[in-house]
């Protein structure tokens, strides 16, 4: 019965190193890169445990575009609504900044909307919250890489406490929005176990020998 015991315990490395990690969310480590930026202010962030509902409301306040140049916003306004669960896993979430900027030619009203494709915090609370959006339409679409690209969001000021175990709130947040986001970083070490998981593996079949020993 070699054979066999030999192929269960090549399936149960495998099954070691590759298995994704449960738990809580991680910091995303957004980096906030050249304009275009948007700045977001008075900010009020809260948390429903109940209905495990994260949102942030504000204004939109002013657009930095690639010219360097700074542009109010008219009657700019910010929304975030995200489900995330007690563990601060997220699930589907929205972004919708509203106003406009007639220097630019952005007169429809919308300025950027998006879809919630992820979203980090610190374990320990504190800043940031951050949030990655798939962009979906809006007059500053371009801006950003049109639709499909991605549109981050990081949050500062948020009095988070380290837990989506109870509600809070806090009105003082501030923050900006950015586009050409630096990717999520991968989980610490998860390329470095899977590499490890592997040289076991192929150490141990080459202890073998090569000797194969029929089942009885």
């Given at each position: ?7 269960t315990l090549v399936l149960a490395l495998l099954g070691l190193v ?84 007639p220097t630019l030619g952005f007169n429809s009203g919308v300025l ?105």
């Open positions: 019965m070699r054979r066999v015991r030999t192929l590759v298995l994704p990690r449960g738990g809580a969310a991680a910091p995303l480590g957004l980096q906030l890169t050249d304009d275009p930026d948007i700045a977001f202010f008075f900010v009020d962030v809260s948390y429903n445990a109940a209905g495990d509902v994260l949102s942030a409301m504000g204004f939109a306040l002013t657009l930095e575009h690639p010219a360097g140049v700074v542009s109010n916003i008219v009657g700019g306004t910010l929304d975030i609504a995200a489900s995330i669960d007690g563990l601060g896993n997220p699930g589907a979430g929205t972004l919708s900044i509203i106003g406009t900027v950027l909307t998006g879809t919630l494709q992820d979203f980090g915090f610190l374990p320990a609370g504190g800043d940031p919250l951050e949030f990655l959006f798939n962009v979906v339409a809006g007059d500053a679409a371009g801006l950003y890489g049109g639709v499909g690209s991605s549109f981050g969001v990081i949050l500062s000021g948020t009095l988070f406490p380290g837990t989506f175990g109870s509600d809070f709130d806090n009105s003082g947040s501030f923050g900006m929005g950015f586009g050409d986001v630096a990717p999520p970083i991968p989980e610490p070490g998860s390329e470095i176990l899977f590499a490890a998981g592997l040289f076991l593996v192929i150490a141990y079949l080459g202890a073998r020998g090569g000797h194969t020993v029929e089942a009885s």
